[in-house]
Every structure is written in C-alpha cells, then in structure tokens.
C-alpha cells in the first residue's frame, strides 16, 4: 500500500476507477497516455498534483488539489512521486514476463 506520513498521520494514495475518470477530466490525457509519460519520466509537477489527488479520493471523494498541493508541501515533491508510482503499479501490477500492464 502506497503512504505518505504527514506529522504522524498516514495518508494512503490508492487508484479506482473514480479517480482514473478524475484525472483524465481534470488532465484531458487518457489513462494510457498518462501511464506511457509516467514511464517515459514526461510528467511535470501539475500531472504528480492531480495524480496524488485522485489517489485520495478513494477516501474522501470531496478531496481537492488544494488538498494535494498542501500534501506536496509538506512531503516533498520526490516522496509524492514514488508513493504515486508504487499506488499506480499496485493497481496495473506487471504480470510476469509481460511487459503489457493489466489489472489485477
């Protein structure tokens, strides 16, 4: 489970298809777009923000950016990527020998 720890309290980043829909609204990138730039190193700090957003929302669909962005601050911008990364490969894990994602 991917977490980010914030002064004691742990802040779980996990993805549904909610947030999946989210993004790709709030970005106007489909998924697998968003996925091929992840993999490429071609995303930039707004895509990590509205990433980390829709990893909260699982929890609380009334999560904001805002709420990212103060996340970020307090986190740093490195630890919000891998915790974005790790949640993303949880929910596409690669199966073995396959170097296409699936979900699991």
């Known amino acids: 489970m991917a977490e980010l720890n914030i002064d004691g309290e742990n802040i ?4 549904n298809n909610y947030a999946f829909r989210r993004m790709e609204k709030t970005l106007g990138v489909p998924l697998p777009k968003l996925g091929s730039q992840m993999a490429n190193n071609e995303v ?3 895509e990590i923000t509205v990433m980390l ?4 929302l699982h929890k609380n669909r009334d999560a904001t950016i805002d709420d990212a962005d103060e996340i970020i601050d307090a986190v740093g ?3 919000v990527a ?3 990364n790790e949640a993303m490969a949880e929910y596409f894990p690669k199966a073995e020998g396959d170097s296409q994602q699936k979900n699991a």
């Open 12 to 15: 779980e980043i996990k993805y």
């Open 53 to 56: 957003w829709g990893g909260l």
């Open 44 to 46: 930039g700090i707004n």
């Open 82 to 84: 891998e915790a974005v």
């Open 77 to 79: 911008y490195n630890k």
